[in-house]
């Protein structure tokens, strides 16, 4: 019979147990170290992985621009840090300088939204328009009766699906943008444009080599509407689904600037174009923007040039977005007292009044609003002319009744038709200023009734 027995007590036996309880310590803490390193591996692949992917497929569908005074891009670089903190975290070697670099930023960002606030820049938003008092009488000359425009936009895409319907070759696979409708000095005569677009994701497969057979021209004097045809069909359009979007074409070659909403003109011989005016902030640091030049487009073939505001062609109507010009419209109405007045005594504050219009004069484009007082009352100080193309903004303190109460007593005057009536023109008649409306019945039929 084998015995076996073992002394523990014996130092060599002392040693040896030291040295296998020092084993299974070691094997344990390089396995806890290899599965850590194996952690902090996936991890760092893990963000690396996620921060890529969200740089490129973000920058390719929201197109953000890569400037320091655009928020955007802020936000675009400050979403890669988040994540490469958030989730790579100290895998990665200069975590520590994402960490405090994403940290730095979003203070920074914070401070400097506080340099643009209406309450310590109230004087500098009052001077991005300047509008001069001028003549009424002197500067718009009166229009003979065939060139009043009488179509506002929506009896523009009213005319404009009509058309679409009679182009049978055409109406199954295009239809038209009814986004657009621009209006624009053709030839001196108004006129609204816009280009097709394709009928669904399908018909632009099957039609995208090609491109966009033309676009939709409509006389809003004599209500023509005419279907352009181009023998060098639209390539580049908002109705793009890849590279040849008009805002990804651009963004893709101006990374750098910052850019507004795309406007479809043509030019004198009728060539396509997309207009995109870009931007510089003129208060703060982010805010107060302003154009200082456009980027035009040839929508068939893809040519591209960027001018300053002073070098664009003069064919080109619309530079300044309307929206832009009332927010400085209604800045240089509220704030000329300072930001204090605008919100207690409010003297000599004004404001836009609702809606606006535009009007053809020497071969520019001009939006029209009125200027009423903060007090919200039924009448108009004065209205203001602004030129789309160069800004430049004149006053005209005549009193006058609001366009809509204009627009309620032309209804009124009919209200067994039950006719709508438009948004009024300006015009000059006899010397005065005249509101001209057009009433629409249901069908819309229109009836031209100067007011």
């Known amino acids: 019979m084998w015995n076996f027995n073992f002394d523990w007590n014996n130092d060599d036996n002392k040693e040896e147990k030291e040295n296998n309880t020092f084993n299974i310590k070691d094997i344990f803490n390089k396995a806890d170290k290899n599965m850590k390193s194996k952690f902090r591996q996936k991890q760092r692949k893990t963000a690396l992985t996620i921060a890529f992917f969200y740089a490129l497929i973000s920058y390719y569908i929201i197109l953000p621009s890569l400037n320091i005074h655009s928020r955007d891009a802020w936000i675009y670089v400050g979403t890669i840090l988040a994540i490469l903190v958030f989730i790579g975290g100290k895998s990665l070697k200069p975590y520590r300088f994402f960490r405090y670099t994403f940290a730095f930023m979003l203070v920074a960002f914070g401070i400097l ?85 394709y009928n669904s994701f399908i018909k632009y497969l099957t039609n995208m080599r090609e491109g966009l057979p033309g676009y939709l021209k409509i006389d809003i004097v004599d209500g023509d509407a005419d279907l352009v045809k181009l023998e060098n069909k639209i390539k580049y359009s908002k109705e793009d689904y890849f590279f040849r979007d008009i805002y990804r074409y651009t963004r893709l070659r101006y990374p750098f600037e910052i850019l507004g909403q795309a406007s479809f003109e043509i030019d004198e011989e009728g060539t396509p174009y997309w207009i995109i005016s870009t931007y510089k902030t003129k208060v703060g640091f982010f805010d107060g923007l302003d154009v200082n030049g456009a980027i035009l487009v040839n929508a068939v073939n893809g040519d591209h040039q960027k001018y300053s505001l002073e070098e664009i062609p003069t064919w080109v109507d619309r530079v300044h977005s309307a929206e832009n010009i009332i927010d400085q419209l209604d800045w240089n109405g509220k704030y000329q007292g300072g930001y204090l007045n605008s919100i207690f005594t409010q003297k000599n504050v004004l404001r836009t009044t609702e809606g606006y219009n535009y009007l053809a004069l020497d071969d520019d484009v001009y939006l029209y609003t009125g200027y009423t007082s903060v007090a919200a009352d039924e009448s108009n100080v004065g209205f203001v002319l602004v030129n789309m193309r160069t800004k430049d903004a004149k006053f005209y303190p005549v009193s006058s009744a609001k366009e809509y109460s204009a627009m309620e007593s032309a209804e009124g005057a009919v209200q067994e038709k039950e006719y709508k009536a438009t948004f009024p023109l300006l015009l000059n008649i006899d010397g005065k200023p005249t509101y001209f409306l057009s009433l629409k019945d249901m069908l819309d039929l229109l009836n031209n009734t100067p007011l």
């Open 113 to 197: 939204n506080l340099f643009g606030a209406r309450i310590i820049q109230s004087k500098n938003y009052a001077k991005l328009i300047n509008p001069i008092s001028s003549n009424f009488k002197e500067d718009i000359e009166e229009l003979p009766i065939g060139k009043i425009p009488t179509l506002d936009r929506d009896s523009s895409i009213k005319l404009g699906a009509r058309k679409m319907g009679e182009l049978l070759d055409l109406v199954s696979q295009f239809d038209i943008d009814d986004t657009t409708y621009t209006q624009i000095n053709y030839k001196d005569a108004p006129y609204r444009v816009t280009p097709l677009k």
